[in-house]
Structure formats: C-alpha cells, structure tokens
C-alpha cells in the first residue's frame, strides 16, 4: 500500500483538468479544449503507465490497490484495485476520451464559445467518475461513482444536446435514478446481512458471504435491475435511443461506449460473483432477455430512420450479447463477453463519431437526407463503412473475436440459445448495409457537391479506432491475457466449471 | 477414415495416426515463407487504399505485381512440396497466438498440402491473369485504383481462406472473400440496383457464415479445439449425430459462398460487378470455396453419411437448377452465371459422394476455374466491343470482327461441354461416372441427374455461343465490335489454352488423384458405376451432342428474335430464375418489413409509452417534466442526499 496510488492519480488528472478549466482566466478561454485534450492525454499516459505495473501472472485477485478508512463508522473505505477486466475497461475508456474530445473539438460554434470550457471540462468529469467507478472495490464508493456519473452526463445531454435535449436528459435521469434507488436498497441491505464493522463495504469482505436463499434473490434482483437500465436491456431500454439521439456524437459515445458498460461489469463484479446462487436461479429468465435484446435491438436498428437512434439500437443489440456471454457462465464466454465490452467501445465510437462527422456536414441526422455520398466524400465513406464493419463484427476485426467467443462459449451449455442468438448476425449485416446503402450509394447528390472529405483532425480521430479494430482482430492476446486470469479467478470462486468437451479433448487440444 | 488415408498420415513417426493435418511438419526452407502469400496481395491493397489519389498511376501495376508475387511464391511453395515424398506433402507453418480466452487457446497457423497449395496455384494464377485483363478493361475507370485495391484485398482473403489450419482462421478468409466480393459487385453503386446487388450478395453470404460460425462452434463443444488436428484427430470417438450436425452447418455455408440451393439468389444479381470480378470472384475462385471446405472436412462428412447425402441432393439440385435457368437467360453475363452455379452443383455432387468423388471434385473445380473465367473474360471482350451490351439477342456473328474472342470462348466452351479431349472431358464425365456408382435408388437417381444435366448444359452453352458469335448479325449500326486490347487478349489465350490442356495433363496421367491422395485418401478399390463406364462415356456425348444439336437449330440455323419470345411456363419461369426472388421476397422480406415496422411503433407507443406513463406519473405530464426541468438537477441533489441519510440511517440503526 506505500506503493504509487496509480487509480487515484488517473481518476484525479482529469477532475485537474476540469478544475482548472472552470477557474480559467477570460483571456485563456480559447485555449481551454487544448487543455482538456492535453489533460486526457497526460492520464491516458498514466493509465498506460499503470497497466504495466499490472502483472497477468498475479495471484491477487485485485492489483494496483488503495484501501484507506473514509466512513468507518457506516463500514464505507475508500478503495480502489483493479483486475484485469476491470483494467481494460479503465483503459478503453481513457482511449476513448481523448478521441472524444478531438471529435468534439468544433461542436460548438463560435457564438458559443463561451460555453466550451464548460462542454469539455464536464467529459473530463466524466472520466474521472468512469475511471472511479471500474475501480471501486468498495461496494459503497462504486455506487457513489455509480450515481455522481449521472450527473455529468445529465448536463451534456440537457445542455449541449439536440433540439429535444431536455426530454431527453430528464428520461435518461428518471430510468436511471429508479435503477439506482432500487440499487441503493440493495447496497444497504447487503451491507446488513455481511460482516459489518469499519470496512463492512469492502468487495473482499462481502464476497462469499453465506445468505439466505430468498435474501440473496432479492438483493441480486436489486443490483440487477440498476444494471440491466444501465446496459440498457429490452424492455427498460427506451431511455437509450433518445438519450443517444439527442446527444453531441461525443456523448453518446461515452454515454454508451463507456456508462453503459457499467451495467454489464456490474452483472459480473456483483450479480455473479456476490449472489451465485441466485445469478444461477436467474438464468434462464436473463437468457430469455438477452436473446430479446439480441434480436429486438437488431430489428428495431434496421427500422430507424434517425442515424443515432440506429446505432443506439445497436447496441442494444450488442449489450444483448454480452449479457448472453455473462449468464452463459463458461470460462470462453466470459472472455468474449469482457473483451466484447473493449470492443463494443471502440466500434460505437466509430459509429457515433463518423457519424457525427457526416451529421454536421449535412446539418440533418435523417438518413433519407443522404444518399450517394460515397461520390461526395469517398474517405469519409470508407471509415463510415470500416465503422459498419466493425459494428457487424466482421472476421479480422476485434468484434468479432468477442462476439464468437461469447456464442461459441453459450453454445457450449444452451446449444438452442446460441442458434437463436446467431439470427443477431445475419440481422447485424442488414442493419449495418442498409444504412450504408442508404446514406453512401446511388447518384451524386448535386445539392451536396463540395462538401470537404475527412479534416487532419478527423482522421486523427478515426485513425486510433480502426488501428484497434485491426489489431484487436488479429492480435486480441494482450486482452484476452489481461482478462483471462481474472474471468478464471471469479469462476473459480464461484464455484462454476466449464463443461468439459463432449469427446475427450485430445493432446493436441491447445494446438 | 478411410485405410488408404490413415497409411498415408502414419508415415510421420510419433504422430497419431488419424488424419492429413495430424502429420504436418514444421515448414521449413522456402515453404516458411508462404506466409508471404497473403502478405503481398494485403500489402498492395493497403498502400492503395491508405496512398490514395498519390498512387492513381502506379496504383493498379503495383497490385498487379503484387499477385504475381503472391503466384511465385505459391509456384515455389509448390515445387518445395513437389520435392518431398507424396506422404510427406503436409506442411504447418505457425503464425502466432491468435485467440487465448479461457478454455478456448487457437493459434495461428498455415497448412501447406496438396489441396491448398492446389487453390493456391489455381487464384494466384488465374487471379494474376485477371489482374492483367483489369489493366486493360478498367483502363478507362476513374477509380480503377480501388477496384486494384479490392482485387488484392480479395486475393489475400482468399489465400487465406485456404492457407489456414483451423476452421475460425478459414472464417477470417471466408468473410473477408465475401466483403471483396460485396465491395466489388457494388464497385459502381451509384447504380442504385448495383448497391442492392451487393447488399444481397452479403447478407445471402452471411446466412451461410452463421452456418460456418454454428459448425465451429459446435467443433469447440465436441472436440474443445476448432483446428483442423484436433478436429480430424476427434472424428473417430464423435456421435453420429453430433457429426451430422457439423456436417449440415458446413454445408449451410458452402451453400451461402457457393450460391447453391437455397441461398443461390445472389449469385445472378452479383453479375452487376466489372466483368473480371464475374470472372475471378463469382466464377473461377470464391464460389468454389464451398467446395473446398466440404473436401477440407471430409473426416466429419466421411462419418456423417446423411450429412454426405444432404451435400448430394444440395449439389443434385442446384447442378438442374443452374442449368434450366441458363437455358432462359438473354444476358450473357447472367447465363454464364448460371452455368456456374450449375457447375459448382456437380463439383458439390461429386465432394457429397466421398472418397470416390473428392479427387474429381477438385479436378472438375480447377479446370471449371480455367474454362469459365476464361468465357466470362471472353464475355467482357464481347462487351468491351459492344458499347457494354450484355443482351445476346443484339449479338450474333461476331466471329469474324472478334477472331480471338471467339476461338479462346469455343476453346472453353468445348471443355464445358465435355468434347474429348479438352478439359471438361476428364473432370466432368468422371464426376457423371461417379455418381453412377452405388447401391439401390442412390446412383440412378444422382446419375441421371448429371447425365441429363449434362444435355442441358450443352444445350444453354451452345446457345450461348451461337447467339453471340455464329447465325445472323443483330448489332445496331452503330456499333463497331472490335477486337479487345492485347493486355485483355493475353489472359484469355493463356485461359483458353489452360481450358484445352489442363485436363489431358492431369486427367489421363491420374496425376490429379496422387496429388491429392496424401489429403482426400486414394480413390478408394475399383469402383462399379451401375452403368459401365465406356457405354456412359458414349451415352453422355450423345446427351450433349443432342443439346448441341438443338441449340443449332433454334441459334444457328433459325433466325434468333431481337425480343424474346413468351416462352412457355417454364422458360418464363425461368427467366425469373425459378421465381427465387419473389418467394424470398414473400418468404422473409415482406414478412420482415411488417415486423419491424410494427415493432418500431410497438416500441414507440408501447414499450417506451408504459415507461414514459410511469414516468409522467412519477413527474406530471412531460409537458411540466420540462418546465421543471431546471429544477430537476435540484431535486436530484435532493434524491441523493436524501439516499445518504437513508443509508447513515439505516447503518446506525443497525449497528
């Protein structure tokens, strides 16, 4: 514990940042995105710096660890650790931020540049709490994180949105402060039935805990439901779409790149490794969901008219998945389900962001205002289609690595489900290629002509992403390596095997 | 397993003796190297598509000498196997690890063995030619760069495709073909009927990569392993029942990339890419993978005999299908289409019939990879010469304007037709004699249906020819045919004459059959066709001599109609292509579409209105949500402290 507090400083940079953002002089105000973009960058630098302090080979379940008393009288600690799911999840979304920035660089226009400051200084908020809430190892602290998120997103979406904006962030407020209350009770009531005492919140403490078979449904149902509003699961999803439709493209994509991954995290972090027992009676029922989602999400993506409330459903779709690969419970699913949130993060910001780029250039998020504009911008096109690709998780491409491990580790105990769940990838590529279809194929739109192709600046935005998109498809194994152990270890302790392969695996099985 | 291939696997000491891949050595030598295959064709489409308006000129020669690179390098990979003893000829080459996640561990890796070096030699070169034509025919294009671009992306796709050691590997190729093939049909999408042909290919394409997708992962739960060792090594202690499963999901696939029933649509609308895409893609290469892949896993189809039956009656009916639909076709691209759909059906029969048909399945792939894309080629000179006209009804005598055109088109179309001693001749007639073989309804059923396919396709290719360069002239008067450029004319020399000999090479001499037996095993004891071979042989030259025949009565002699007749039921129907279109149409489009429309306005009003109910409940009427909303961060304040208080409560309480 003397050693360097890395989780603190990477959550602190930018709350820094922010800070000084907000206390800056008048006469610096135009400076104040280069500052926030310097000052993701300077915690994407230390959050580098952190993971190579992290050792795969580690037998401790959390590593990078800060525990300090902050409440001791209510059991609340102030405790940060990391393992390697939670670690990739920290760093996708510190990858994520700068991008986002750079992105966001020219949404305000210039009669409001007084209000930039305020834009940027509230996603550099936002990372801090995304940053404390993926390393929260105190049940308390992660739901104070969980909560305080809400609250920067709240502002960008109802200030810096689109035209229904206010709707919009009061929807995505009321959902998500009815899945947190219903969290709250849970937290309060697992805290009553563990040990107690100064440090009584502490993951360490309450994992494992012996409860009563009808509490431990209840509190799981509690924890469950906050999550399943946040990883946005049919049917509490209907806040997502017009949360994602009215936001800034940069939101959005933290919104639901980054946010929504806490609900899946929080399935496994909580639901499973805190109540196996009644994660185990829940199954079949969140199985039932998740397939739901799969395909609900896919055909409502191919029915939208509005850019961003398509690739909203997306991910509903995706989230779908996910879920499937954590309730699935096997040691290949649980990789796919954790290297699919990296993904899914990646290629919602590809999505989001050339999307928005497209948006701004024709002033309308309509898809049937495009049309033949691969002629107008062809680079602009080939990312927008890379972004698709992505999105339907083509082979050579990190999303799908996720994605097959996630239904080739369901089929391994629900044979059926998984064969339905496959329908979400035919459905993936009509989504995604009518879209395209609609916004870049037939005739050059005269009306169109002279629009600019892709800025310096955006590629700088696009390039990192579809850099992931490659190498993550061709080369997962600094992932999978850093998630692995992790998804072994939770298993492990709770007691699930995976099922062994029907025929005896032969010596030549790692071949 | 059959004998002859487990004494072919057991040469290699301490191994298992249990199938091909088992026996692979660690390439070595230049054999090391052949992960270059797939390097150079992806280095030339990356510099292409990254370098931009910069490599405009050089662009498409740099692709060009990038898949010739790609053709030395296999040619070398091939004279290394060539020199090691037949039952050494299985090369691993390991890559790097792929996907370690939890129970699932892949590396990944390259199997260098008569059959993939076969394919190898075939899309390299053929591949190499086509790039060749391209300079030529897209010489004119505004963005021929790209067009260069994706022909290297799918070159590399494809070699990857075969060049891989584990199934998932193969999927990474298997789609990656697929996304060249939808770039390339959809090259000109500003055509909007153009976009929807793409669109179709690969959603039509992705139905059968859930296929592929469902058999690997029904590999990884019998066998914990998706690589092709583990898998083949597992095959002996499966259920039936699980094998047959795989079985059916491979052929879902091939069924998607090989447009063969029920996923054939796409194939007809993909003739809306340039014609050397028709020729490479969607005739000589990526439609035959399909094919490929049930050879590839003969281990699983060899012990799922119902799963072999479904890929014979897959091959039956499409190999008829095809062939009706040609006789109907006036375009000639779409005719030539359906020929090949029609001859990837024989090439599934004879792969559906194991060992006995494995060999000539391959055989009759390689030398259809010659004699089609030599005619599609031949096609895209006609329409080169022609103002881009695709309707053979405004075509006839063009032999005497197109000299090299016609004699390298009747060059392939007496090797499709099966005329001794041209190529089809070896490898067609011996998957006929093939499906004879047998017991009970099985032979009869199947070998008719080859035979008479046969008849057929002489018919539709006779007429194809006839129509276009023989009867009378049809052309407008201001259309000037000439003979194409020569970087066109070459390649379709080269083809024409691979289409004459490739088969007297490989045919008489077995020489075909011991390539492949260190991988397929041998052809197995003498084999009986339930109608002895020379009377079939002579039967089946009378078959195609009839539809000759009849298409030079009704082509040739008779005048052709510039507008196509009414036709009876069955030709109309067949220019509607077996009405494929509308019952997908009926079938799952139209279906579609009322779904989600009506889950769009269920999710709006429904799902979303009993959120948004609860929520004006909760709130007032949204109308004073957002009057209120200002005062709504204060309320929230107000909702966490007041959580606080609770928990400080609820804790002290309890403490």
New interface residues.
């Given amino acids: 514990m003397n050693q360097f507090p890395w989780l603190t400083v990477i959550g602190l940079i930018p709350l820094v940042g922010a800070v000084v953002l907000w206390l800056l002089p008048a006469s610096l105000i135009d400076r104040a995105k280069h500052i926030a973009l310097g000052a993701s960058v300077v915690t994407l630098i230390f959050a580098v710096a952190g993971a190579l302090q992290f050792s795969t080979a580690s037998k401790d379940k959390f590593q990078l660890v800060e525990e300090h008393s902050w409440i001791p009288q209510f059991g609340v600690s102030y405790a940060l650790g990391v393992d390697g799911i939670a670690l990739s999840l920290i760093l996708m979304s510190v990858i994520l931020v700068p991008v986002c920035l750079l992105a966001a660089w020219n949404d305000l226009p210039a009669e409001e540049a007084h209000r930039e400051r305020h834009y940027f200084a509230l996603m550099l908020v936002l990372e801090t709490f995304m940053v404390g809430v993926f390393a929260a190892t105190d049940v308390f602290l992660f739901y104070v994180f969980f909560e305080a998120m809400l609250v920067p997103v709240y502002f960008l979406i109802g200030q810096f949105g689109g035209p229904r904006r206010q709707y919009a962030a009061v929807k995505f407020l009321l959902f998500s402060l009815a899945g947190g209350l219903i969290m709250l009770a849970a937290v309060i009531a697992l805290y009553v039935q563990g040990p107690g005492g100064a440090d009584g919140f502490l993951l360490t403490k309450l994992a494992g805990i012996q409860l009563a078979p009808g509490t431990e449904k209840w509190i799981f149902l509690g924890f469950f439901i906050a999550f399943a509003v946040k990883a946005p699961m049919v049917p509490v999803h209907t806040w997502l779409p017009d949360a994602a439709a009215e936001s800034r493209p940069a939101t959005a994509t933290l919104l639901v790149g980054v946010l929504d991954k806490v609900g899946t995290y929080g399935m496994i972090r909580f639901c499973l490794e805190l109540f196996p027992g009644a994660s185990q009676w829940a199954t079949p029922v969140v199985l039932v969901l998740a397939l739901v989602s799969v395909l609900y999400g896919a055909l409502l993506a191919i029915g939208q008219t509005d850019l961003m409330r398509l690739i909203a459903f997306t991910s509903i779709s995706h989230f779908g998945f996910i879920v499937l690969g954590i309730f699935a419970m096997t040691s290949t699913s649980w990789a796919g389900s954790s290297f699919y949130m990296i993904n899914h993060g990646f290629s919602t910001a590809g999505l989001f962001l050339v999307a928005g780029m497209l948006i701004s250039r024709r002033g309308s998020k309509r898809i049937p205002d495009f049309g033949g504009w691969q002629r107008v911008v062809p680079g602009l096109a080939g990312v927008w289609l890379i972004a698709g690709l992505s999105g339907l998780a083509l082979p050579g491409l990190g999303s799908f690595v996720s994605e097959f491990l996630v239904l080739a580790g369901t089929y391994q105990r629900y044979q059926v489900v998984a064969i339905i769940a496959t329908t979400g990838i035919i459905l993936a590529a009509l989504y995604i290629l009518l879209m395209y279809q609609r916004t870049m194929t037939g005739a050059k739109p005269e009306s169109a002509a002279g629009t600019p192709d892709l800025s310096l600046r955006e590629k700088w935005v696009v390039a990192p992403l579809i850099a992931l998109f490659i190498v993550l498809g061709f080369y997962p194994k600094p992932v999978l390596d850093m998630v692995t152990p992790a998804v072994t270890t939770i298993l492990t302790s709770i007691q699930v095997s995976d099922p062994a392969p029907v025929v005896g695996a032969a010596e030549g099985s790692t071949k | 397993m059959s004998l002859s291939l487990t004494t072919v696997a057991g040469m290699s000491a301490g191994m ?1 003796l249990v199938g091909d891949a ?1 026996a692979a050595h660690a390439a070595s030598g230049f054999a090391a190297y052949a992960w270059l295959l797939v390097a150079f064709p992806l280095l030339g489409a990356a510099v292409l ?1 990254l370098g ?1 308006r910069r490599t405009d000129s050089w662009g498409p020669l740099f692709a060009t000498a990038m898949s010739w690179a790609a053709f030395l390098v296999g040619f070398g990979v091939f004279l290394s196997l060539l020199g090691l003893g037949s039952e050494e000829r299985a090369l691993s080459l390991h890559l ?10 892949l ?2 890796g390259m199997l260098l063995d008569p059959l993939s070096v076969a394919f190898v030699l075939l899309v390299t070169f053929v591949g190499s030619l086509i790039h060749v034509y391209s300079l030529g025919y897209m010489e004119h294009d505004p963005d021929k760069r790209r067009f260069f671009a994706y022909l290297n992306l799918f070159v590399a796709a494809m070699l990857l495709l075969v060049l891989a050691d584990s199934y ?1 590997l193969v ?2 190729g ?3 073909v697929g ?1 060249a093939s ?1 770039l390339l049909i ?1 090259f000109w ?2 055509n ?1 009927p153009y ?2 042909a ?2 179709k290919a ?2 039509a394409n ?2 059968g ?2 296929g592929m ?2 058999a ?3 590999m ?6 998706v ?1 092709f ?2 898998v083949n ?2 095959v002996a ?3 039936q029942g ?1 094998l047959t499963v795989i079985g059916l999901f491979l052929l879902l696939a091939a069924c998607g990339k090989s447009a063969q029933f029920p996923l054939q649509s796409w194939l007809g609308d993909a003739m809306a890419g340039p014609t050397p895409v028709s020729a490479l893609i969607h005739a000589a290469t990526m439609v035959t993978a399909g094919v490929y892949l049930v050879v590839r896993s003969h281990a699983i189809f060899d012990a799922a005999p119902n799963a072999q039956l479904a890929v014979v009656i897959v091959g039956a009916i499409t190999l008829t299908y095809g062939a009706i639909v040609g006789c109907a076709k006036d375009d000639i691209k779409k005719a030539l289409a359906a020929s090949t759909m029609s001859q990837i059906g024989y090439m599934m029969l004879a792969a559906g019939l194991g060992p006995v048909g494995y060999a000539f399945a391959i055989f009759h792939l390689l030398t259809h990879g010659f004699f089609k894309a030599g005619m599609f080629l031949g096609a895209g000179s006609v329409m080169h010469g022609m103002n881009d006209k695709v309707d053979m009804r405004g075509f006839g005598n063009l032999s005497g304007v197109m000299k090299i055109t016609w004699v390298t088109f009747g060059l392939g179309w007496l090797a499709i037709l099966g005329v001794p001693p041209f190529a089809g001749f070896w490898s067609k007639d011996k998957i006929i004699e093939a499906a004879f073989v047998g017991e009970g309804w099985r032979p009869w059923v199947f070998g008719m249906a080859t035979l008479i396919g046969a008849g057929i396709t002489a018919f539709y290719m006779s007429r194809l020819f006839f129509m276009t360069f023989h009867g009378d002239k049809r052309w407008p008067k201001e259309a000037h045919p000439h003979e194409s450029p020569r970087t066109m004319t070459v390649p379709m020399i080269v083809l024409a004459v691979g289409s004459a000999f490739l088969g007297l090479i490989l045919g008489p001499t077995n020489g075909i059959l011991h390539w492949l037996e260190p991988v397929v095993g041998g052809h197995g004891q003498e084999h009986h066709p339930v109608i002895p071979a020379i009377p079939l042989m002579g039967l089946t030259l009378l078959v195609v001599a009839g539809g000759v025949a009849l298409a030079w009565m009704r082509y040739w002699r008779d005048a052709v109609p510039r507008t196509a007749p009414v036709g009876s039921l069955l030709t109309r129907a067949a220019r509607q292509d077996l009405y494929q279109d509308q019952v997908n149409e009926g079938v799952l489009m139209r279906p579609g579409i009322h ?3 009506a ?2 306005f269920l ?1 709006q009003r429904g ?2 209105g009993a ?2 109910g609860l ?1 004006a409940l ?2 007032g009427t ?1 109308s004073r ?2 009057k209120v ?1 200002n005062g ?2 204060r309320s ?1 304040a107000l ?2 402290l007041l ?1 606080v208080v ?3 409560g ?3 309480v ?2």
């Fill in positions: 298992p088992a598509l931009g790097f690890s792929w996907v370690p996640a939890g129970q699932f561990q590396e990944a998932l999927y990474v298997w789609e990656g996304l939808y959809g999408n500003w909007p976009a929807s793409a669109n690969f959603v992705r139905v990569d859930v997708g469902l690997i992962m029904a990884f739960w019998q066998f914990g392993a690589d060792q583990t090594a597992g202690n499966a259920n699980a779904l989600t429309r889950l769009v999710d799902v979303d959120a948004g929520a909760i709130g949204s949500l957002r909303q709504l961060a929230y909702t966490m959580g609770v928990i400080l609820v804790v002290w309890v403490q």
